[in-house]
């Protein structure tokens, strides 16, 4: 059974989508959370262009408010932060749904739907 992951729409955080995951847990795990800079989670970190280390990232994912950032930032919470089982179901509105077309796209292998 795949995990469900709940993106929120623009401006809104996690406790959007709160009744959803209640609804949706007797099905799968559903997991919910705050982009960077939204509700509980912290702010993305600013990268520095002239930096070795950090210029060659900000090049490739581009600045914290961009889409692949922000599809980054998931797939390294669902794989390195709190671990989900794959394949995932992602779930999401309005930046959240643009947000998980563009995990899909990056991370085939690990999504099994879009909605």
């Known amino acids: 059974v795949p995990t469900i992951i709940l993106d929120a729409p623009t401006g809104s955080t996690s406790d959007v989508m709160l009744d959803l995951q209640r609804t949706l847990s007797h099905l799968s795990t559903v997991c919910v959370y705050d982009r960077a800079g939204m509700g509980l989670s912290e702010a993305a970190p600013r990268l520095n262009a002239s930096d070795p280390g950090e210029g060659p990232v900000l090049r490739t994912l581009g600045p914290q408010s961009t889409a692949v950032r922000m599809a980054a ?43």
């Not at 390294?76 to 643009?98: C, D, H, M, N, Y």
Request: charged share 15%; net charge positive; glycine share 10%.
């Open 73 to 115: 930032d998931l797939h390294r919470l669902v794989t390195f932060a709190f671990p989900q089982k794959r394949p995932l179901v992602l779930v999401g509105s309005e930046i959240g749904g643009v947000v998980a077309r563009t995990y899909a796209h990056l991370h085939p292998q690990d999504v099994s739907g879009v909605v």
